[in-house]
């Protein structure tokens, strides 16, 4: 059956080779040392990971979801008039209930534009692509010819291999090197991690950074931030600009009492020169139709507030903000938790210039 299966992959892989020529398509290897935001370069498993293997036995639910791609894209500059996909994933699963298959396994394309001095939507990966393991796909056809420079964002969730960008054969193309500067480090839950999002490029982080201009590191791991301290000496391994921390939807109370204090202190000791930013979120959007929610999710706010008092007192670097507010309306989510596109904008708008202020500080 391996074997089998085998010579099928191949099969594929040639058919789509056959169909690239005939296109005219000359195919780029993108490597992980061509893309940005990925947090560490050494140690990892497989070339688009975001955290190394060492985490999985200590942070085993962060290891689970560090093994993505999110928030990572490269940048390239090209005459092209055809810029296609091609990816290879490490599992034969596409989506989930909370993810969309555009944002789970798609790539979602940009263009700076000069006129305006800032990044454009392009294209992105369509509802009618025919997943596979190894899936290819057009993300932008029959461009007016012209040097661009292009942003391609890559996957929220799946596990990516290998991956090839396709440009017209004749064109001039150039990968951008990532940029080099310390990185705003953001650490989170499954609303960092991306879900519900409808494309990559639209994730928070990915906002934030054409917001700010400023590289980032996403460190969103699904059910995973849970403020353990191990997660805390990983987050100081990173000489980052800024450090905001987004737990919220993680914790219950007593995760909180055990672990908010003990996070906190290891972080801003390890790094007492870098802004540390907590971001509450708000309660569950229709939690006030149940009052034992409403009791737990005001003692989780109560607890943020006190114990946030507390690690400033210690530690002139930590900085809180409450996060009620942040997603402008309590009709903006599928599931009360998670929200959505129009929320995220609201996050970003908000984010923004806090995040701003402490990086001029």
């Known amino acids: 059956m391996k074997k089998n299966f085998a010579i099928r992959t191949i099969a594929v892989a040639l058919t789509f080779c056959a169909a690239a020529s005939a296109q005219g398509l000359r195919w780029i290897n993108v490597h992980g040392d061509d893309v940005e935001g990925r947090g560490w370069s050494e140690g990892l498993e497989k070339p688009f990971d975001r955290i190394p ?20 894209f490269f940048e390239f500059e090209s005459d092209t ?24 396994s798609g790539t979602d394309l940009y263009v700076f534009d000069e006129s305006r001095g800032d990044w454009r939507w392009a294209g992105a990966a369509g509802h009618g692509t025919r997943w596979q393991r190894v899936t290819e796909y057009s993300l932008t056809k029959n461009l007016p010819p012209a040097k661009r420079r292009f942003r391609l964002y890559l996957p929220l969730r799946n596990r990516l291999l290998a991956l090839s960008l396709g440009v017209d054969d004749a064109s001039q193309t150039k990968l951008v090197p990532p940029r080099t500067e310390k990185p705003i480090v953001y650490y989170g839950t499954s609303i960092i991690h991306g879900a519900y999002n409808i494309r990559p490029g639209l994730a928070l982080t990915s906002r934030l950074e054409r917001k700010l201009k400023k590289p980032i590191v996403n460190l969103g791991f699904s059910g995973g931030a849970r403020l353990e301290p191990q997660a805390a000496e990983m987050l100081a391994e990173k000489d980052a600009a800024i450090y905001v921390c987004d737990p919220y939807h993680n914790l219950n109370a007593d995760t909180i009492r055990k672990n908010f204090e003990k996070f906190f202190d290891v972080l801003c000791a390890k790094r007492p020169d870098t802004p540390v930013l907590l971001v509450g979120a708000p309660p569950l959007l229709n939690g006030w139709l ?4 409403v009791a737990a999710d005001e003692e989780k706010t109560r607890l943020f507030a006190e114990l946030s008092k507390k690690v400033s007192a210690r530690h002139s670097n930590f900085h809180y903000l409450p996060g009620g507010d942040l997603y402008g309306s309590d009709e903006v989510s599928m599931d009360g938790v998670h929200p959505n596109d129009e929320a995220f904008a609201c996050m970003a708008a908000k984010l923004a210039p806090v995040i701003a202020d402490l990086l001029r500080k």
């Open 290 to 293: 149940y009052p034992a929610q």
């Open 81 to 104: 008039t055809t810029v296609s996909v091609r990816t290879e994933f490490g599992s034969n699963r596409f989506g989930e209930n909370n993810f969309n298959f555009c944002a789970f």
């Open 53 to 72: 293997k060492r985490f999985a036995s200590s942070l085993p639910s962060v290891w689970g979801n560090g093994v993505t791609p999110t928030g990572m």
